[in-house]
């Protein structure tokens, strides 16, 4: 079964650039989603088909993927986007990445 | 803007049957799924695990891992979807999501772009 690899967790200063990757076999060929989920909540769509933003979802939140790896990139990152982050792509199944915590030091 | 709301038993024996419901308000049941996260203490990865999504036509799909307890249905008013999950266990204990699944067909990919408030399930003696 087709599997997607996230680090567990990121550490990342305020202002600065997070990214979180999700690694998986040609993952560039496929299309991914990112999720955002903070405790005692719903996951929050961020990101899908790759780059794209839903409406409300902040500019800093942007995304990649080529070869085997999809990042999510979060510029001047704020306190409030410290959650956890899910990668998420559609083999013949619908896969789910481990998540990263995302800590806002 | 659609709404979702899942309900459920709560609780649950082991070796018994799991029946949740999803109700769906300003929206056409088009695709939908569940969604679970194990839940608990001493639960050391709670991260997102996909069960099955039923389209409006009531044909569904169902993760290859748990094809064989699983089922979801349609009701015929097209405004709630069920999932039943027989034969249980404490692996079982999570919190299930239902979430609408848009699908764009031509480039085979999909998002999760609502989601319900979840419903904690416990199985437990």
């Known amino acids: 079964s087709y599997e997607l690899t996230q680090p567990p967790s990121v550490s990342v200063s305020p202002g600065q650039t997070a990214s979180i990757t999700c690694s998986g076999n040609?993952?560039?060929?496929?299309?991914v989603s990112w999720y955002q989920q903070k405790p005692g909540h719903s996951p929050v769509l961020v990101l899908y088909?790759?780059?794209r933003r839903p409406s409300g979802i902040p500019e800093r939140f942007s995304g990649s993927n080529s070869g085997s790896t999809a990042t999510l990139t979060i510029s001047g990152t704020q306190a409030m986007d410290e959650a956890d982050y899910y990668c998420q792509a559609w083999d013949d199944s619908v896969v789910f990445g481990g998540g990263t915590k995302l800590t806002v030091l | 803007q659609v709404q979702l709301q899942e309900s459920g038993p709560g609780l649950v024996r082991p070796s018994e049957t799991l029946s949740l419901t999803c109700s769906v308000s300003g929206d056409s049941i088009t695709s939908y799924s569940w969604i679970r996260q194990p839940a608990g203490k001493g639960v050391e990865w709670k991260g997102l695990?996909?069960?099955?999504?039923?389209?409006?036509?009531?044909?569904?799909n169902y993760n290859p891992s748990l094809k064989s307890r699983v089922t979801m249905s349609l009701d015929t008013s097209k405004t709630q979807f069920s999932l039943i999950m027989t034969s249980v266990t404490a692996a079982d204990t999570a919190v299930y999501y239902c979430a609408r699944d848009t699908i764009h067909y031509r480039t085979s990919s999909n998002w999760f772009d609502s989601w319900g408030q979840g419903t904690p399930v416990t199985v437990s003696s």
């Open positions: 088909q790759n780059t």
């Open positions: 695990e996909w069960i099955g999504r039923i389209y409006g036509s009531g044909i569904s």
């Open positions: 040609e993952l560039g060929d496929k299309y």
